[in-house]
């Protein structure tokens, strides 16, 4: 089941390039996009996601969404990733080396600092976690204004991107045989 709703949303988001918006929540694909987000974000706890099988498209996703949608949502995006680091470090079927340990736990401590809040457009909530299973009619009005949006440079989508491929670069590297070829799960 997780392949197959990252595989739609990796779709959706492609179909999105088709005919584009001038952001991303004016699209007539944003509540699919929105929705899977969050059957994503659900899937993501006890690592029902497979993460480490599905580990660039899951940050792929992440890059498309940060700092975008209604506050719920950028929680929700932010979470997908505390979920997804979670499940690395946590799950005994992945033999990763102790450095490696120690840049998920790092990366893990990372992204629950104030600074990424503010990076997902987060920082004025007290618990991500909370807002990000709120749900009110508010968050279902989608168009610009509706909400209150933080400011996102281009340079803090950067500082994401970089993060999260530190993390990829150590799981692949910890992943690799000894001849480059990929261990099995």
Known sequence: ???????????????????????????????????LAR?????????SLDVAAHLPYLFH???LLVAT?????RASTHGLVINIIHSLCTCSQLNFSEE???VLRLS??????????LLFGISKVKSA???????????????????ERETFALSSL???TEALLEIMEVDQQDQQGPLGTTRDH
């Open 158 to 160: 950067e500082t994401v």
């Open 1 to 35: 089941m997780c392949s197959q709703v990252i595989g739609r949303m990796c779709k959706i988001i492609d179909k999105t390039c088709l005919s584009p918006t001038p952001t991303l929540e004016q699209h007539l694909m944003w509540d699919d996009i929105a929705i």
């Open 61 to 63: 996703v992440v890059t």
């Open 100 to 102: 490696t340990k120690q």
């Open 39 to 47: 059957y994503m974000l659900m899937l993501s706890f006890n690592n």
């Open 69 to 73: 949608g209604p506050l719920s949502l």
């Open 129 to 147: 976690a909370v807002i990000a299973f709120r749900s009110s009619y508010r968050d279902r009005s989608f168009s610009p204004g509706s909400y």
């Open 108 to 117: 893990l401590t990372e992204f629950s600092l104030p600074k990424f809040y």
